[in-house]
């Protein structure tokens, strides 16, 4: 492997290698077909433990990080072998990959050999484990999802009914007699992409029929899956129209005509969208987990950075308030304030235990979850709106018997614009408002993000405050015209408007899960419009801006 190929393949910077006598033992783990969600839980257990991690496909070092919950920056975590290619950059033949995984095996610790789909259907790994047994080496097989089933069933075929009990698998070759195949039920080919046109009519020619569906499905399993679905007279032509390119698992039989009402992964409302975030992976966890659920394909641009204040003796002045006893409640708005407090009580040697008698409240669901996640319990969350306002609501009054301390301790950020102080003083509550941490503008995304941003590259931007408008508008531009602008309330949208933005989506009530569910529905009475109009399901991206006449405002 070349010193480029390296340096593309790993994801961070790799342990120290070990030098104990004793050899170590190999996990063969299958990954699936492509979905990261497909990966067993022992698999996800063995990568977290591996100390080698033995690539296979180029999508491998990204499904590390994604178990692992590393950012391509990260440091730390196993070493990777590519266990794929050689260092000429040509593949590696079985033999050559065993010898690979019985080198790294013996240099002790847990080997985790990555394979696509799973270990033993279709694969290398038969070999691989009879070296390691050769050696005298441990081993064990974790089953994965092959892509022969996954990926027709992501397409809606399914390869066995009641009618249609027998199912062959072919991975196509020049040794293959067809003849053999042709009154096969259903019959599933692997790695026919490029010799489709030569399979279809050898099977004409042995006696199946010309008029027999079939569906070619490319990189299944994954946003970027499309199906063909034809005849085994034209596949070969439409393939080619279609441009279908391997990875492909490729369907015969009458069992494709299922596909036309079972058909599920591809038509969800965000298929294949590409969803602009402006938030960080960190804040923007749940939102885009939301976003996958429906097909989409989120991507993070931050806009503000969390900075520590520019005078932090107000903090420390009121954290030492809070170990003393000077508190009665302290208040978060926010997860970033649960953040910056607690990383001033590590600062400090503290622990959660200094809470003890102090009541806690949380602004809402996610901020209260941060509290959890301390090993905490929220005693106020609003029981209406998620908001300052909501908490005011359900906040108690002041009650000189019951309340021996009325102050409560408000971390917050420098810009925040909520008016918690005011309606807790009119409660009879004394306030501390202290400057926890700085927003600022985050430096502006690469290039090609920004100008994605302009030319409409995007299908849709969320945003989930007046700040995230300002500040991408700020640092990267307004979003094209083509681009769904979806935000999550009333003075979100009018900054958004402010801003010279046409919004589209309007979140039911002010919650990102109902930010997002709004989104699909607007993506799902998108689709339907298209359908009956006898267009073509296209993304927001693929249309120009004149044609773009359904758009219309859609709540939750």
Not at 358 to 366: F, H, N, S, T
Request: aromatic share 4%; net charge neutral.
């Amino acid at each position: 492997m070349t010193q480029a190929q390296r340096a593309q393949t790993a994801v961070t910077p790799t342990r120290a290698a070990r030098t104990t006598a004793k050899a170590g033992r190999v996990a063969f783990v299958g990954s699936g077909p492509g979905d990261p969600g497909l990966l067993t839980m022992r698999a996800a257990d063995l990568i977290r433990q591996a100390d080698i991690i033995i690539t296979e496909g180029p999508d491998h070092p990204a499904l590390v990080r994604t178990v692992l919950g590393l950012p391509e920056s990260a440091e730390g975590g196993p070493e990777l072998v590519d266990g794929g290619f050689g260092e000429d950059g040509q593949p590696l033949t079985h033999a050559a990959r065993a010898k690979v995984v019985v080198r790294q095996a013996k240099r002790g610790g847990l080997v985790v050999r990555l394979m696509t789909g799973d270990p033993f259907v279709y694969a290398s790994g038969p070999e691989e484990a009879a070296a390691c047994a050769r050696s005298g080496l441990e081993f064990e097989v974790v089953p994965g999802v092959s892509s022969a089933a996954a990926v027709p069933a992501y397409a809606g075929i399914p390869l066995t009914t009641k009618d249609h009990r027998e199912v062959t698998v072919v991975t196509a070759g020049d040794k293959i007699d067809w003849r053999r195949h042709a009154d096969t039920k259903t019959l599933v080919l692997l790695s026919a992409v490029n010799s489709i046109a030569d399979i279809a009519a050898a099977l004409v020619a042995a006696g199946r029929d010309p008029e027999t569906p079939v569906a070619m499905t490319r990189t299944g399993t994954t946003t970027d899956q499309l199906t063909v679905t034809s005849t085994l007279e034209h596949i070969g032509a439409d393939a080619r129209a279609a441009r279908m390119t391997p990875p492909a698992v490729t369907v015969v039989g009458e069992v494709v005509a299922m596909r036309e009402a079972l058909s599920w992964f591809e038509t969800k409302p965000l298929y294949g969208w590409r969803i602009l975030v402006p938030r960080t992976k960190e804040q923007a966890g749940s939102l885009s987990a939301r976003l996958r659920g429906f097909g989409g394909v989120p991507e993070e641009v931050p806009t503000i950075s969390v900075e520590p204040p520019r005078n932090p003796l107000q903090m420390d002045k009121a954290v030492r308030g809070l170990v003393e006893g000077r508190y009665e409640w302290i208040a978060f708005t926010s997860a970033n304030a649960v953040k910056a407090v607690r990383e001033k009580f590590e600062e400090y040697g503290l622990d959660a235990r200094a809470f003890s008698g102090l009541k806690i409240a949380a602004v809402g669901d996610k901020t209260a979850a941060a509290i959890a996640d301390w090993g905490l319990r929220a005693d106020l969350t609003p029981s209406g709106e998620q908001s300052a306002a909501g908490l005011l609501e359900d906040w108690p009054e002041y009650d000189e018997l019951l309340d021996p301390i009325n102050r409560v301790f408000l971390p917050r950020a420098d810009i925040a614009t909520e008016n918690l102080v005011a309606g807790l003083v009119d409660l009879g509550w004394e306030c501390d408002d202290v400057t926890a941490y700085r927003t600022v503008r985050a430096a502006p995304p690469p290039a090609p993000v920004r100008d994605a941003i302009k030319t409409g590259r995007f299908d849709a931007v969320v945003f989930t405050s007046s700040s995230t408008v300002r500040n991408l508008v700020g640092i990267a531009g307004k979003p094209h015209p083509s681009t769904v602008i979806a935000v999550i309330g009333p003075a979100t949208a009018k900054t958004a408007e402010e801003h010279g933005l046409r919004v589209d989506v309007l979140a039911s009530t002010p919650d990102v899960d109902r930010l997002v569910d709004a989104l699909a529905d607007f993506g799902a009475a998108r689709r339907v419009e298209l359908l009956e109009a006898g267009q073509p399901v296209t993304r927001p991206s693929e249309r120009k801006p004149s044609s773009r006449k359904i758009r219309a405002k859609r709540g939750g």
